[in-house]
């Protein structure tokens, strides 16, 4: 690859217009490099001015690095320009509150997009220290401020940080405010020219525990008995979790030592994500030391939880997050006092949301994936969850995902069958045995050429397999979904990772023999699983 003059200019520019000392050394490392014909350095520079991040699924997320096209304190400040001059458009003026997690540069972007709002003449309001996403979503709803912001990139690699933004109403922004968002942050002026003011204020100990208070007061039963083991893998959520619990009446609780403290380099595990294999062997160890009843995975900034329960012949494995949205879901259709309530999931979550809703006189919807549409799925709202390990358990009060409060709310449920005893397994056994067995799984394909993924997914609409009923379902958002009799098959791009999943269901009639339908069912995913990633091979 050669270097072209264009891109030179774009980069000595960049330069130029960085505030950051660090970053522009940085660059210019980069682009001295380049100049000097240094094998992959030109590669580096062009992907590093390849255009600006754009809000995706959950924010703006990227490596954090020097150029247009990373996480840095030039792009903080001309994105929070951009969304201060369009908070201003829309004549919005008022509260924004700023949080941050533990990651390598968040204490930094925090302080300049604080300093830019404040700037901008917003009064602002910044969290003390590296907290849980959900806190920063609690203390906009409960504030009603105009905006929030947390810099996080959530379960992302290490080398990764973020940009999650919230508007009034404490839900994460859909479009077309994002695109309107990038195209002020597109007119906005060189970093180095946007003002910045120091006059914005901490927010208190005694906001961050209304937070907290609220989340004790969330379990439905009166069981406590229930021995814990969690980890915050590495994340933000273990002190805060631990907390949580211990308001809520939950004391038995061993946290994973290796992945107690927020460490931004994530030393024990390869991908910081619950999802992820072998992500969770620390805790699942831990849980089988200590004869545990209950193994919790909080993400880093602590808005996903994943479950982990022991199997009946005494080995652990964590539960898929269609499993516990499915518990939680019940739980909280089981006890709601809200009239008419309605519970959401995705178009690739399970299906079994559904047939629950039904027996409780529950309404029921689907939406796109991502947590900005889920709690926007109507009136009513009681609870909502993704596969991905997603749950929204306290719409009223954090309009978005909680591992916190889900994790609360997970020890309520453990409590209230181990005091009648039973599992979360037995739980789920009874599901299966009132609406049949739903059994899910997931192909998911990384890419480094992202050229790829388009390519699979024209390939897919061109050829639809045989014996499937092909739905173009959102051809804006590049979801297609297959179905046969007790199948289906959703594909489509990830909005985080450079990936292209596959979210697989195969939902197998129970007629009171429980093990046979999960032989059968099985048999019937593996054979699905194998057909799909056939069909998904570039």
Same mark, same amino acid.
């Given at each position: 690859m050669t270097l072209t003059p264009a891109l030179r200019d774009a980069a000595f520019r960049w330069i130029a217009d960085d505030p950051s000392p660090d970053t522009r050394a940085e660059l210019q490392g980069v682009l001295a490099r380049a100049m000097g014909g240094e094998p992959g350095a030109v590669e580096d520079l062009a992907d590093r001015m390849a255009?600006?991040?754009?809000?995706?699924?959950?924010?703006?997320?990227?490596?954090?690095?020097?150029?247009?096209?990373?996480?840095?304190?030039?792009?903080?400040?001309?994105?929070?320009?951009?969304?201060?001059?369009?908070?201003?458009?829309?004549? +919005?003026?008022?509260?924004?509150?700023?949080?941050?997690?533990?990651? +390598?540069?968040?204490?930094e972007f925090a302080e300049a997009a604080a300093g830019v709002l404040a700037g901008a003449g917003f009064t602002v309001r910044v969290l003390p220290g590296p907290l849980p996403t959900p806190v920063l979503a609690f203390l906009v709803r409960k504030h009603g401020a105009v905006a929030g912001v947390?810099?996080?990139?959530?379960?992302?690699?290490?080398?990764?940080n973020g940009y999650k933004l919230y508007l009034a109403g404490g839900g994460?922004?859909?479009?077309?405010?994002?695109?309107?968002?990038?195209?002020?942050?597109?007119?906005?002026?060189?970093?180095?020219?946007?003002?910045?003011?120091?006059?914005?204020?901490?927010?208190?100990?005694?906001?961050?525990?209304?937070?907290?208070?609220?989340?004790?007061?969330?379990?439905?039963?009166?069981?406590?008995?229930?021995?814990?083991?969690?980890?915050?893998?590495?994340?933000?959520?273990?002190?805060?979790?631990?907390?949580?619990?211990?308001?809520?009446?939950?004391?038995?609780?061993?946290?994973?030592?290796?992945?107690? &403290?927020?460490?931004?380099?994530?030393?024990?595990?390869?991908?910081?994500?619950?999802?992820?294999?072998?992500?969770?062997?620390?805790?699942?160890?831990?849980?089988?030391?200590?004869?545990?009843?209950?193994?919790?995975?909080? =993400?880093?900034?602590?808005?996903?939880c994943a479950l982990g329960v022991r199997e009946r012949d005494g080995s652990w494995r964590m539960l898929r997050g269609d499993e516990t949205g499915v518990l939680?879901?019940?739980?909280?259709?089981?006890?709601?006092?809200?009239? =008419?309530?309605?519970?959401?999931?995705?178009?690739?979550?399970?299906?079994?949301?559904?047939?629950?809703?039904?027996?409780?006189g529950a309404r029921y919807a689907e939406t796109l994936t991502g947590f900005k549409w889920l709690v926007r799925a109507g009136e009513g709202l009681v609870f909502a969850y993704e596969e991905a390990l997603g749950n929204c358990v306290d719409p009223q009060y954090v309009n978005d995902k909680d591992g916190?409060?889900?994790?609360?709310?997970?020890?309520?449920?453990?409590?209230?069958?181990?005091?009648?005893?039973?599992?979360?397994?037995d739980a789920l056994d009874q599901l299966a045995l009132d609406h049949g067995l739903h059994l899910t799984d997931q192909v998911s394909l990384r890419f480094t050429d992202l050229s790829r993924i388009g390519a699979l997914m024209a390939r897919l609409r061109a050829n639809p397999p045989e014996g499937f009923a092909f739905e173009d379902l959102l051809p804006d958002a590049d979801v297609v979904r297959l179905t046969?009799?007790?199948?289906?098959?959703? &594909?489509?791009?990830?909005?985080?990772?450079?990936?292209?999943?596959?979210?697989?269901?195969?939902?197998?009639?129970?007629?009171? =023999?429980?093990?046979?339908?999960?032989?059968?069912?099985?048999?019937?995913?593996?054979?699905?699983?194998?057909?799909?990633?056939?069909?998904?091979?570039?």
């Amino acid at each position: 690859m050669t270097l072209t003059p264009a891109l030179r200019d774009a980069a000595f520019r960049w330069i130029a217009d960085d505030p950051s000392p660090d970053t522009r050394a940085e660059l210019q490392g980069v682009l001295a490099r380049a100049m000097g014909g240094e094998p992959g350095a030109v590669e580096d520079l062009a992907d590093r001015m390849a255009g600006t991040l754009t809000f995706g699924t959950a924010g703006l997320r990227g490596p954090v690095r020097a150029g247009s096209n990373g996480m840095n304190r030039a792009v903080v400040i001309r994105t929070t320009a951009g969304l201060a001059a369009w908070l201003r458009a829309k004549g +919005h003026d008022g509260t924004v509150f700023v949080g941050r997690d533990a990651r +390598h540069g968040s204490e930094e972007f925090a302080e300049a997009a604080a300093g830019v709002l404040a700037g901008a003449g917003f009064t602002v309001r910044v969290l003390p220290g590296p907290l849980p996403t959900p806190v920063l979503a609690f203390l906009v709803r409960k504030h009603g401020a105009v905006a929030g912001v947390q810099i996080t990139a959530s379960h992302n690699p290490p080398a990764d940080n973020g940009y999650k933004l919230y508007l009034a109403g404490g839900g994460q922004i859909v479009p077309p405010a994002d695109r309107e968002i990038e195209a002020a942050i597109a007119a906005v002026p060189a970093a180095v020219s946007v003002p910045l003011s120091k006059d914005y204020l901490p927010v208190s100990d005694a906001d961050v525990d209304e937070y907290l208070e609220r989340v004790a007061s969330l379990p439905r039963g009166t069981a406590r008995d229930v021995k814990v083991v969690l980890t915050p893998m590495h994340g933000v959520g273990g002190q805060f979790a631990v907390e949580a619990l211990r308001r809520a009446g939950f004391t038995d609780v061993r946290v994973v030592r290796s992945q107690a &403290v927020p460490d931004p380099d994530f030393p024990t595990v390869a991908f910081p994500n619950p999802e992820e294999p072998g992500a969770a062997d620390e805790l699942l160890k831990l849980a089988a030391e200590e004869d545990a009843d209950l193994a919790v995975a909080l =993400d880093p900034d602590a808005d996903r939880c994943a479950l982990g329960v022991r199997e009946r012949d005494g080995s652990w494995r964590m539960l898929r997050g269609d499993e516990t949205g499915v518990l939680l879901g019940s739980l909280v259709l089981s006890t709601v006092d809200t009239p =008419d309530p309605l519970v959401a999931t995705t178009i690739v979550s399970s299906s079994l949301l559904k047939s629950i809703a039904a027996s409780y006189g529950a309404r029921y919807a689907e939406t796109l994936t991502g947590f900005k549409w889920l709690v926007r799925a109507g009136e009513g709202l009681v609870f909502a969850y993704e596969e991905a390990l997603g749950n929204c358990v306290d719409p009223q009060y954090v309009n978005d995902k909680d591992g916190i409060s889900a994790a609360v709310l997970a020890c309520d449920l453990a409590a209230g069958l181990k005091s009648s005893g039973r599992t979360l397994l037995d739980a789920l056994d009874q599901l299966a045995l009132d609406h049949g067995l739903h059994l899910t799984d997931q192909v998911s394909l990384r890419f480094t050429d992202l050229s790829r993924i388009g390519a699979l997914m024209a390939r897919l609409r061109a050829n639809p397999p045989e014996g499937f009923a092909f739905e173009d379902l959102l051809p804006d958002a590049d979801v297609v979904r297959l179905t046969a009799e007790g199948v289906r098959v959703v &594909v489509r791009p990830s909005g985080t990772e450079p990936k292209l999943k596959a979210y697989l269901e195969v939902v197998e009639p129970v007629s009171g =023999d429980l093990a046979a339908a999960r032989a059968r069912g099985a048999d019937r995913l593996a054979e699905l699983r194998a057909r799909v990633s056939e069909l998904l091979t570039p």
